[in-house]
């Protein structure tokens, strides 16, 4: 099963990148992950960066199934955090989001796991199939039946690093089919480029390289308020041969 990525982050009109992006493929599985420092306490851009290379690490110290992976993974990823926050008074509310992506390239599975609100897209022949859910107050709102006006939707219930029992949201083991599409972000970039735009985008390329950059292009372009303008980044896989099968099973 072939596997290829592509990916980018920009600062938006933020003096520094929160945002971190890592991933590693071998020859029987990869696994991929993008992390967001939350603002508001020091240390973002340090928790992402610990949050990754914790994944990572852990994903390749273990030989478990795909299947038991993301509790793992998460786990080392959070105890990571904590344990630079119990050694580092200026550190001790530093937290980040994420989200990973595992690979069985022999069994043709994967699973995904998420913690905050940086996003997975699933699509399949050119079409979004699944999202993850964001841990935030204002998906709660929404759920629950509630408004949100006024909320901000970077209130969250749930990163790496909070106090308290640790929840991720898992996807469990999902079969794959040449052609499919992922896509990890974190909320710097999907609050600014659309849904409909990322699938449009998808069905009119040739390459992961040329829908990242088209993405990028997007975001770049789009900057938000000037005041706030978050971090922006995103790493794009594919499985097999997406471009095969998007651009013949385009929907009118």
Do not use: K
């Amino acid at each position: 099963m072939n596997v290829s990525c592509a990916h980018f982050t920009g600062a938006g009109t933020r003096a520094n990148n929160q945002d971190c992006v890592g991933f590693q493929v071998s020859d029987d599985r990869a696994c991929f992950v993008v992390s967001d420092g939350v603002g508001g306490a020091a240390g973002g851009e340090l928790a992402a960066r610990y949050a990754v290379d914790a994944l990572l690490a852990c994903w390749r110290a273990s030989q478990r199934p795909v299947a038991e992976l993301a509790p793992a993974c998460v786990g080392a990823a959070n105890a990571a955090i904590l344990a630079r926050q119990a050694n580092d008074d200026s550190h001790r509310q530093m937290s980040a989001t994420v989200v990973a992506l595992f690979l069985d390239r022999r069994e043709a599975t994967a699973q995904w796991v998420h913690v905050g609100d940086s996003r997975l897209y699933r699509f399949r022949r050119g079409a979004l199939v699944d999202r993850t859910r964001d841990h935030s107050v204002t998906q709660q709102l929404a759920d629950a039946g509630f408004p949100a006006n006024g909320v901000s939707a970077h209130f969250l219930h749930m990163a790496l690093g909070m106090q308290g029992p640790l929840a991720a949201s898992e996807s469990g083991v999902h079969s794959l089919q040449d052609g499919d599409v992922f896509l990890l972000c974190t909320d710097g970039f999907w609050q600014l480029v659309p849904e409909s735009t990322i699938e449009h985008r998808l069905r009119i390329v040739q390459s992961v390289d040329d829908w990242a950059c088209l993405l990028e292009h997007e975001a770049s372009r789009h900057p938000g308020n000037q005041q706030s303008a978050d971090n922006y980044s995103a790493l794009a896989v594919w499985i097999g041969c997406p471009e095969n099968v998007t651009l013949v099973s385009v929907r009118p």
